[in-house]
């Protein structure tokens, strides 16, 4: 492969993606397949943002539902006592909640990321549960238990998923080109120093602190968005136990985990996968928790079969299969460097 | 001859167990020095506080003549000191030319720049040309043999272009060929103007190649000489032997 098609192959890959997921839309579908793409869609951007930290920087925070509960009241706040007469107007609100969640994501780094592995994430799982809490208890901000309402938006019942459907598209195309720039720069090559050996990466100069902190902030910002559009997609209130909830970090980990940290497709593979199973699952068998066996069973079937993921598994397989034919034959076979490429993505 | 790296009453204690006691030592400029002494005589423990990855509980480090004490593992690479360790330890999941490049240093304001740029793979070149791993620049470091790692480490550190390298057993584990291949590398960077402090077990090796050699033992220096003064020295030899 020529090095300029080496270099546009990701960029058609990426466009041909976005623009399917862009017209799928169009034909037709029932409301309930569109949910499910609404929420299929929410989680794939929300892990591929998370795999900036935890797959790129291999920090398992644990703490992002904090942040997307963040961007869901910040949204709700922002509404709270206002008249809606055009439904697209809130989401200009966006970007500012992406940096209002990227700016409470730094200093909690700074603190956080002192600590590494199973401690981070301990850490981080507290700071989700002091949200939570903070969500029940700040009455005169979030309303408590009895949630904090906000109108609905005014969109045509029959077309009523799509613009949530698009922004969400948007959100996913962003968090997978942000991760895309960071593992083809310096930032990216420095987070997988630290990822490796982060002691040896600050023995030989590299801003170790800073690019966790730059990581874990773009992250957060991400996540703080998703939460904002969930807020608006919950039709008029939302309540703590579902906008500050463990299931939502453990579900993003989960899909990370499954499709393969730290490359660019697996996060959104194991979204496609889980959510759609889930949703689907949830309208067959009604609302119930039994998704829950099911994740503990993904959890294992990872351990036992996939530890590395679908994609660096599949990866892997096909990289010693170019080995063996580079042996082979040497003129004829594809260089090592597309299949170093191959692995990680 | 001026002194490059000067190390004055360091102590370091574990427990109970003080590591490095009152230790002094100096590196002249254009030697190279080795570290040698019995196991648990604090030769690594002195090369993590020298290099910032401990701190000394006394004493003070100075290189170039810059205190240096309490200076972070990045701040001294930075200063022009770098150091391999006794396992090699490259980033697997790097390739060759990438553990090369991500040793050469950027700063911040470059972080948005390409993983690799040209240059980037230019500069990496030469020195995997000069370290025969030209062949492997895109595996990943995790395929690489023991002895490529050990080399791969060594070129990585040279990236920086240090004033001095101080390399923690770097025969350790290798084949007898790789040593010669060693000792070669580190004669050349010697003669290009490079300052080498080697941590070693290995005499012969040590008696070939350095000069002087400083002796340790219960975490102090008991003799520093020339290698035919450190072989007929009765205190280096009641340390190695017992008396």
Known sequence: ?345 | MTDLLAVSGVRKVFGGVRAVDDCSLSVGEGTVTALIGPNGSGKTTLFNIVTGYLKPDAGRVTFAGRDVTRHGTGRLYRHGLSRTFQQARVFPQLTVVENLVVAGGYRWWQLGAPRIRRADRERAGHLLAEFRLAGVADLLAAELSYGQRKLLEFAAVLMSSPRLVMLDEPTAGVNPVLVDTMEQHIRERHAAGVTFLIVEHDLQFVMRLCDPIIVLDAGRPIFQGAPPQVQQNPLVLDAYLGS
């Open chain 1, 1 to 345: 492969m020529s090095p300029l098609a080496a270099r546009l192959l990701p960029a058609a890959r990426g466009g041909l993606f976005v623009g399917v997921l862009a017209v799928v839309p169009l034909f037709g579908l029932q409301h309930w397949v569109l949910n499910m793409l609404v929420f299929v869609l929410m989680f794939a951007a929300m892990a591929s943002a998370w795999n900036l930290v935890g797959g790129l920087a291999g920090y398992p925070s644990l703490g992002h539902a904090a942040f997307f509960g963040i961007g869901a009241y910040a949204f709700a706040m922002i509404l709270h006592n206002q008249q809606l007469t055009n439904g697209y107007v809130p989401f200009v609100w966006l970007p500012v909640i992406g940096v209002i969640g990227a700016l409470l994501g730094a200093p909690v780094a700074a603190i956080a990321m002192r600590t590494r592995a199973d401690v981070f994430a301990i850490v981080t799982i507290t700071l989700l549960f002091v949200v939570q809490t903070l969500a029940f208890n700040l009455h005169s901000l979030t309303g408590g238990a009895q949630g904090l309402s906000f109108p609905v938006a005014p969109f045509p019942a029959a077309t009523f998923e799509l613009p949530f459907y698009y922004v969400l598209l948007i959100l996913l195309a962003l968090a997978m080109l942000l991760t895309y720039a960071t593992m083809r720069s310096k930032v990216g090559l420095a987070l997988a120093a630290v990822r490796a050996d982060e002691d040896k990466a600050r023995g030989i100069g590299v801003a170790a602190g800073g690019v966790k902190v730059l990581a874990f902030s773009v992250s957060v910002g991400l996540t703080a968005m998703v939460g904002a559009v969930w807020a608006y997609y919950q039709v008029g209130v939302i309540y703590p136990q579902f906008a500050v909830d463990p299931l939502i970090t453990i579900a993003i980990v989960l899909m990370t985990f499954l499709g393969g940290r730290a490359t660019l497709w697996g996060p959104v593979l194991g979204a496609i996968i889980l959510e759609t199973g889930q949703q689907y699952l949830a309208y067959q068998l009604g609302a119930s928790q039994f998704y829950l066996i099911a994740y503990a069973l993904v959890f294992l079937l990872i351990i036992l079969v996939l530890p590395r993921g679908i994609l660096p598994t599949v990866a892997e397989r096909l990289r010693r299969r170019r080995r063996r034919a580079s042996i082979a034959n040497p003129d004829r076979s594809p260089s090592l460097v597309d299949s170093v490429e191959v692995v990680r993505q």
